[in-house]
């Protein structure tokens, strides 16, 4: 077979892959009913808040959390802060005992956000007395930015999440909390910026939303929910079970959370997602953090693909799962590939087309089917989330804004193959340094928007 049609052969069975792929995650999403509450008074809860130069965040977190949360334990790891992270939190460590400081220091500090979770777990362990019951404690993952749901521990207290004592993990959901800010720029007072700004925001509100929520759905089916960052929660047993495996619950990959719920499925527990309730996290308004944030993600993902020869073996994932792990996990790879393979098959097709019609100006005469066949399988399944996001969270929005929306968030995601490239270079160089992501409330001595870390 010639190289053209073999590109345009493997273009095909790639889009085919990926278009039922978008249907398997819709569906479950769309037909989803809610999860039944618990009491939390049957747990012990404990809070790990992550923490490097977060001092313009991490007083209100403390408060919101003890406020919200009476009940539980806010362990805040300060990894070596160079700002007064660690002074804030010992100022309210010092009138709250349920506020514990856990402090990092140089040249064993800032090596990556599992690193540091790591500190707090064995912080914990100590602290905990010798008959506790690690069972029914549980620890939950907050940035230091982050805002659970009043009513997350009762979900996570639930007959689906950790009142089932298979259940090793679970997920939040996560919303963008600047979701309806008009100025998420704060001090740009340029309108074009302010707009891109909320163009960012936006779609990554609908990503979150939609798109990420509607895998965690697929997920449930094939017992492979993946854990994020923020609004994760874990059974303590769970956790100790991983380190009498591996070491430490959490490993160095840059995608150290979706590494945790692996080996918390290895471990023989399972993960679930807790899509009524949430955890509200900044988006970020500018194009350089997000591609930072974004290429973090793409090579911590690349670098967790070394677990799929164990995910394969283990009698502990489902075939189903593997099989959802491994799309997962092959998909920067794929992104590669397609940087390559649609433009070859798309300039091969109409180099054989303008061939056979005798002309350039012919074959695009005689191919117009090629504009609605481009919008129902390049545009639309991206484009449809908005929509759902639409109907779903913003009911006050109009459908020219809606459609809007779509457009928007099929062009928003191409930021993807921005990204594989930078990750694959980053893997190939060996850089694989944690990038802390700057909060928007963060201002130099000039007051300007800081650089990224």
């Known amino acids: 077979m010639p190289a053209s049609e073999s590109a345009q052969a493997l273009a095909f069975v790639l889009l085919i892959i990926f278009l039922a792929y978008v249907l398997l995650i819709l569906v479950p ?33 403390i408060e919101r959390l003890r406020t919200t949360f009476p009940e539980v334990h806010v362990w805040v790891i300060d990894d070596a802060s160079d700002d007064d992270t660690a002074s804030i939190v010992q100022a309210v460590a010092s009138v709250d005992p349920l506020v514990h400081l856990v402090r990092r220091h140089r040249p064993n500090a800032r090596q990556g956000k599992g ?26 993952v907050v940035d230091a930015d982050g805002r659970l749901a009043p009513n ?7 007959a689906k999440a950790f009142a089932n004592p298979t259940i090793g993990a679970a997920q939040a959901a996560v919303w963008m909390s600047n979701r309806d800010d008009p100025a998420p720029l704060k ?38 929910v993946g854990l994020g960052g923020n609004g994760q929660f874990s059974r303590l047993s769970a956790l100790d079970t991983v380190t009498e495996m591996s070491g430490a619950p959490w490993h160095g990959s840059l995608l150290e959370d979706y590494e ?30 997000l591609l930072t944030q974004r290429v973090r993600w793409c090579q911590g993902g690349m670098q967790c693909a070394k677990y799929l020869p164990k995910i394969f073996r283990s009698e502990h994932f489902t075939n189903a799962g593997s099989l959802e792990a491994t799309y997962f996990l092959l998909l920067p ?11 070859a098959a798309f300039i091969a097709m109409a180099a054989q ?50 459609i809007g929306w779509a457009m928007g968030y ?9 990204c594989v490239v930078r990750a694959l270079t980053r893997l190939v160089l060996g850089k694989d340094t944690w990038s802390k992501t700057r909060r928007n409330a963060e201002r130099d001595n000039l007051g300007l928007v800081a650089r990224e870390t």
């Open 29 to 61: 999403f769309l037909r989803r009913s809610k999860d039944p509450e618990g009491d939390p008074s049957r747990f012990g809860w404990h809070v790990f808040v992550p923490c490097r130069d977060e001092e313009a965040v991490i007083g209100a977190t």
């Open 115 to 140: 690193a540091a979770l790591n500190e707090a777990y064995r912080a914990l362990s100590r602290w905990l007395p010798r008959d506790a019951d690690r069972s029914h404690t549980i620890v939950a």
């Open 152 to 158: 997350a521990l009762r979900q996570a207290a639930g």
């Open 187 to 224: 001090g740009e007072h340029s309108s074009l910026r302010q707009a891109w700004g909320r163009y960012l925001v936006r779609m990554q509100d609908i990503e979150f939303r939609t798109t990420i929520a509607a895998m965690q759905c697929l997920r449930l089916r094939t017992f492979s």
């Open 260 to 289: 945790l719920g692996v080996h918390v499925v290895l471990a023989g527990y399972q993960n679930t997602y807790m899509h009524d309730t949430h955890v509200e996290q900044e988006a970020l308004p500018q194009t350089r953090r």
């Open 333 to 343: 790879f794929i992104q590669l590939a397609g940087i390559v393979l649609w433009p």
């Open 353 to 402: 087309g303008t061939l056979y019609a005798g002309s350039f100006a012919a074959f695009a005469a005689q191919s117009w089917w090629l504009i609605p066949l481009i919008v129902l399988t390049g545009i639309l399944p991206f484009g449809i989330w908005a929509i759902i996001y639409r109907q779903q969270v913003a009911r006050e929005a109009s459908w020219g804004r809606a």
């Open 410 to 418: 099929w062009l928003y995601m191409y930021q993807a193959y921005i």
